[in-house]
């Protein structure tokens, strides 16, 4: 597809990408090219940063992530600010890191905090059970205000955190299987309950609007300050190194419509099904459980490399 442009001085040109197509370009491992030229010229090109499924040009797109302040918006803002062009919000603003302070629920403020975007990555909310007005308020009414930004502004795609807490009422003894999102789920709290509706918020506005939906039940993922398990790693943690490449692949994997995966490293396996991420954008984790405990510790300070 050829994308027409009209310069300021009323020249029109044309930019495109051009994949290799030939057996010989594929099994040399050409990369993707972007293309451009105008009436009065031959078409130029440079390679494009070429990963599984996806293509995308350093800072090409412009990503902004909710909750940046956070222990996940860290490792977001961390995984992605090499790659695109990043805005960092929180209700918590941090200068230092560029961090622009916006409550989520004020939906006026967050339009006048956003400017037009492709992706956003929306981790801001309660991260933990609370009363249920704060729970309305930060996790659901928060919620739908970002998802109307992308409706109105053209942001083509929403990354939501969801939580492995939305399986919470689901026993091992009623289901023989890994359990999967698009079957299971039994929130028993309000902060699950709200995730659970960001999922299916993202579900509909994906059928109605043509957004691109992607929400992560994400594993345990350990905060500062947080006590270790003391009988080992938990079969459902998110390591620090899977974490990184699940906010990447969620960001430039090729991919439309709405699905929700499990956000976990393979030590999940056998508990929880890892396939829907695998097949939708590609995110293959790499780590055990016990090496997602380590990176954690390692990271908060309270263990040697």
Known sequence: MIHVIRSMRGDYFGVRVRRPRTTSERSRGQRPR?????????????PLDYGRGSWHLGGLMHVI?????????????????????LTLLDI??????????????????????????????HLGAIPTEGPCAEIVRNNVLATTHVFELARETGIRRVVFASTIQVYGGVTRESVQRPLTPALDAAPNSHYAASKLHGEHLGAMYARRHTLEFIGLRIGVYMRPGQTPPRTGAPPFMLSVEDATRMFVRSVEAEFSGAVVINGMSRGAEGFYDLEPGRRAIGFDPQDSAEEALRQHLVQLGTAVV
């Open 65 to 85: 992530i909710t909750g940046a302040a956070g222990v996940l918006g860290r490792c977001a803002t961390e995984a992605l600010e090499a790659r695109h062009r």
């Open 92 to 121: 918590r603003p941090d200068p230092a890191r560029g961090i622009i302070g916006v409550d989520l629920a004020d939906a006026q403020a967050l339009r006048a905090a956003a400017t037009a975007a492709d992706v956003v990555i």
């Open 34 to 46: 972007l293309q451009w030229g105008c009436e009065h010229c031959e078409y130029s090109s440079f």
